[in-house]
Each structure stands twice: as structure tokens, then as C-alpha cells.
């Protein structure tokens, strides 16, 4: 094949560090459209953003010339910096280490996408722990209680 074609689809997931609630209802529309043009830059558009209080989620198409630990790298920088110095101005925020990511078939795009926009009404019912062993158990993610939850 003379051009490499790819389409890699990932539901990405991360929290803020011990899952402080740093994230205001009033400046999450800001903080991912900023992190929307993080994604846009390292050539990974972001088909939604969303989250609460103390974590996020994006659907996006992975870059066929960036890894992605590249690229929630640069997302959870850049938008690390976008809090303590232009969005709420939070002087002690951060992301947790790590993030957990799934491959999302193009089939089931309309279904993470309802997914993520509607996190508030989500989380009413389920905290963000027992949202991500739900996820780890649909995507038969092996892992250990001791070292996600920092």
C-alpha cells in the first residue's frame, strides 16, 4: 500500500489527582474545548469531551504518527497549566499518573458519544471507581485495586 490509512478510535479516561472535585461546572465547557485543541494539535481530533468534577472523558481519533501516551501527555499537561493559569486559576491542580484507554469500534461511536455527554446523570448513580471497573471488566482490563486509585 503506497499511504498508510488508520483508524483508531480511543475512549480515554483520567482523574484528577485523589479525585479532587477541581473541575467547576463553570469552566468544563472551557477546559475541554482547550484540551479539544490539545488533541486537534498532536493530529487527534476529539469527536466529544466530558466529564464532572474530578475526571474526564474523550473519545478520539489516535494520531497514526503519535502514541498515545504521547498524546495524554500533552492533553493533561497543557491542560494542567490552562487550570492554574487561565481557567479557575487552581493553583494546586493536577491530574492523577496514569489513565485507562479503549479501543472503540466505529459501530459503537453514537453509544460512548451519549456516553460521555451525559457524565453528570451517570454519575448520580455510580461513582468514578465503579465506573472504571465496569469499563476494565467490559474491555477485559486486568489490574490492581492497590495502583489505580492514587
Not at 456516553?115 to 468514578?128: A, G, L, P, S, V
Request: aromatic share 12%; proline share 3%.
Amino acid at each position: 500500500m503506497s499511504q498508510s490509512l488508520v483508524k483508531n478510535l480511543i475512549h480515554l479516561v483520567y482523574s484528577t489527582k485523589n479525585r479532587h472535585p477541581w473541575i467547576p461546572k463553570n469552566h468544563r465547557d472551557g477546559l475541554f474545548a482547550y484540551q479539544a485543541g490539545i488533541f486537534k494539535e498532536w493530529e487527534s481530533p476529539a469527536l466529544v469531551i466530558g466529564g464532572v468534577e474530578d475526571h474526564v472523558h474523550a473519545l478520539f481519533s489516535l494520531s497514526k504518527n503519535h502514541a498515545l501516551k504521547k498524546i495524554v501527555e500533552e492533553v493533561k499537561k497543557g491542560s494542567s497549566k490552562w487550570m492554574k493559569a487561565d481557567g479557575p486559576h487552581i493553583a494546586d491542580f493536577y491530574w492523577q499518573a496514569g489513565y485507562a484507554g479503549f479501543s472503540v469500534s466505529q459501530s459503537n461511536v453514537d453509544e460512548v458519544r451519549r456516553y460521555i455527554e451525559n457524565q453528570e446523570d451517570h454519575h448520580r448513580k455510580m461513582t468514578f471507581q465503579d465506573e472504571l471497573r465496569v469499563l476494565f471488566q467490559r474491555h477485559g482490563v486486568e489490574f490492581d485495586e492497590r495502583y489505580v486509585w492514587d
